[in-house]
């Protein structure tokens, strides 16, 4: 998982880094989405360069003043990045810039599922050389090869042309912002719109009536940064933005079948953002409701015991609370989340991981001793942080806990770019909650169902394969994909 940002302003621009600092900007609201790099590419009309500064890395440790400044120009591109495939390795990180046959940067979210067969064919048949391991180079060949087949200068329809060859070829999930030198900033989004992006404008001020084009994975960048909020890029549309700020658009399938990523709703996205027109807060709210009403009984009848609902913070703070309310039981933050530590999800070695549960949850002790506990999570994924966080309530006295989850058991990879590496490293792969609540030490385990978590969006279609095995893509490259997995 990843975040992406594209923004392009007119090209007579008092700030010379104008779009690098709004990339930049917008960055900083994304970082939930990766944190292990972040980079920055931007293309100056007036010096006829791009401008580049990537790293490992914070958003707010890889830039500062003096780099932002050197990014000139009127288009930026930005990504903040979360490794699930390539490597750690500084050649892998995002933006990727080439020279033919226009100049062109990428950033992308997502994963291509065939990278492995596509980019040894485009070897085979096209004579390409990859330098890195990172599937975005698959799309700037791809983009290259076909803008050069379609021959003349650039143009919308040439770049509809790659647009079309892209989405074509590839198979996977991809939220995709690319910018061309003196050209624009376009955007492709995969078949199933698995991975989000939005489109925002604004004015350059209330005199100056041209306008500034944003494209970014969620609407939190847009309103941070004071953007109109547009619309969601269809599943399968290519937009480009000339320099003139019209957007321009065309649908590489007149079939698209949308399915986002269910994921994004119940624990990635931010909470301030609006995905197809789904609200991520509400949805967690209701996600809340929703297990209230399957825990109600269990609770009436003294199946399951419980006088405080715990948040595992920080996502499943919202969830807690309309599950509170609606269970008449009392909300209490009976961890408290050392805001200074990464999220333990997203680092890199197992060690990592579980160093990570003990730093960055602290217990209060008061609101502990004695109780009975309704922890609520997001999810089960590997099962050790729950392990570890129970294991530590109850070395603060809590007497039963039962861990309620905002979401169905996972018991599939991911493909698409999160990280569930191996089915066989997934706490629910073959168990039953039973089994589950015995391996992460809770008295009982309660799950939502797929229905719910529809129900709780209000979403029909979605990608729930990590749920149910139903992928919305051919996964027939499945195994060799996983091999191009960042190692843990
Ligand atoms: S498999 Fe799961 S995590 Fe991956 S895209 Fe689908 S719903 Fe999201």
Not at 210 to 222: F, G, K, N, P, Q
Not at 336 to 363: C, D, G, M, W
Request: one cysteine or more; proline letters at 4%.
């Amino acid at each position: 998982m990843c975040g992406v940002i594209g923004v392009i302003g007119p090209f007579q621009n008092p700030e010379p880094s104008f779009a690098a600092y709004e990339a930049y900007r917008g960055l900083l609201t994304l970082q939930h989405r990766g944190q292990d790099a972040a980079g920055l590419l931007s293309w100056d009309h007036g010096s006829q360069r791009f401008y580049q500064e990537k790293d490992l890395g914070l958003v707010a440790d890889v830039f500062n003043k003096e780099k932002l400044e050197k990014l000139r120009g009127p288009v930026a591109i930005g990504h903040t990045r979360y490794a699930t495939a390539g490597g750690d390795g500084r050649e892998d990180l995002q933006p990727l810039v080439s020279g033919f046959p226009v100049g062109t940067g990428m950033v992308h979210n997502g994963n291509l599922v065939n990278y492995h067969s596509l980019s040894r064919q485009m070897s085979a048949e096209m004579g390409m050389r990859f330098v890195t391991h990172n599937d975005l180079e698959v799309f700037l060949h791809l983009w290259g090869h076909f803008l050069r087949e379609a021959q003349g200068d650039f143009s919308f329809e040439r770049a509809k042309v790659a647009a079309q060859e892209i989405f074509n070829r590839t198979e996977g999930a991809y939220a995709l912002i690319g910018m061309v030198s003196d050209e624009g900033l376009f955007g492709l989004r995969d078949p199933g719109g698995i991975r989000p992006m939005v489109l925002g404008r604004k004015q350059v001020s209330e005199t100056d009536s041209r306008l500034i084009h944003c494209l970014t994975s969620e609407t939190v960048a847009l309103n941070f940064l004071g953007y109109e909020y547009v619309r969601d890029i269809e599943p399968g549309e290519f937009v480009f933005i000339n320099t003139e700020g019209e957007v321009l658009s065309y649908h590489c399938t007149n079939k698209p079948q949308k399915t986002p990523c269910m994921f994004e709703w119940v624990y990635f996205s931010g909470a301030e953002s609006t995905l197809e027109g789904k609200s991520v807060y509400t949805s967690r709210l209701n996600l809340g409701t929703v297990l209230a009403r399957k825990l109600k009984p269990m609770i009436a009848s003294g199946e399951i015991e419980a006088d405080i609902v715990c948040p595992v913070p920080d996502t499943s703070r919202t969830a807690s609370i309309s599950l509170s309310e609606g269970l008449g039981l009392p909300y209490r933050e009976a961890l408290i989340k050392n805001r200074y530590i990464h999220r333990s999800f997203i680092l890199n070695t197992q060690e990592a991981r579980e160093k990570a549960v003990e730093l960055k949850l602290s217990p209060v002790r008061s609101e502990i001793e004695g109780k009975n506990i309704l922890l609520v999570d997001d999810s089960i994924v590997r099962g050790t942080t729950c392990k570890k966080i129970i294991s530590l309530l109850k070395r603060y006295g809590a007497k039963k806990i039962t861990l309620a989850v905002t979401c169905a058991p996972i018991r599939h990879a991911c493909y698409y770019g999160i990280d569930f590496p191996s089915p066989d490293e997934l706490a629910a792969k073959d168990s039953k909650a039973d089994a589950i609540a015995a391996l992460v030490g809770a008295t009982h385990v309660v799950y939502l169902d797929e229905n719910d978590i529809r129900e709780a969006i209000g979403l029909k279609n979605l990608c729930m394969a990590c749920l149910n095995n139903k992928y919305p893509t051919s996964i027939e490259e499945g195994g060799e994909f996983a091999k191009l997995r960042r190692k843990k």
